[in-house]
């Protein structure tokens, strides 16, 4: 897929970042089908080419994002060896760097997310809860809500099981799953439907 074809998936000026960037590559992008595991991959392939897939249902700002990160993978691992360890250093330096010189692409009220996480850029988009939050706004399950919004005590249904919010440890939540009396910790932006 060309960098022109991606246009109807970024926001406007990311193309000459693309270019720059994709400049020494050969690199095939896929834009697959919403994959709820993951939004994005990058791997080399055994011609040397590289191949980086990102869901095609993504919020251009999003997809950008994701695409940025992908292809940080890339550099890092063309400019410092393949032995580097996948989110080390080199790659956090790398998505630091290619997201600051970026950062006009997104919008005024995005960029001081971008700017946070730049600081110590995290392998997973959903180890940000900024960058959660910000990416669903217009995307939430009306019944539905993050668990860091519920109070102790209060009971909510995830995964078709039922659990107590027992409170906070460090930055997780203990819940209790009321049909075992077993205990689990829930992230703060796990998406679960309080019981009325």
Known sequence: MSIQSLE???PQNTLSYLRKWF?????HIKVTKNRNSKLGDYRKLRDNSHEI????????QLFFFVLTHEL???IAFEK????????GNEWKLTFREMLLESLNV???DLKPIIIKFSHSPKANFMASPDLVKYFHIENHDDN??????LSKGDQFVYRNQ????????????????????????FKPLARVKKCS
């Open 23 to 27: 400049s020494d590559y050969y690199i």
């Open 8 to 10: 109807k998936y970024l």
């Open 106 to 108: 997104y919008e005024e």
């Open 162 to 185: 039922t659990y107590l919010l027992e409170g906070l440890i460090k930055k997780n939540y203990l819940c209790m799953n009321l049909a075992t009396g077993r205990k689990y910790s």
């Open 53 to 60: 897939t990102i869901n095609s249902t993504l919020a251009p």
């Open 72 to 74: 940080a993978h890339l």
């Open 80 to 87: 410092y060896g393949r032995r580097i360890s996948p989110h």
């Open 144 to 149: 539905l809500q993050y668990i860091e919004e």
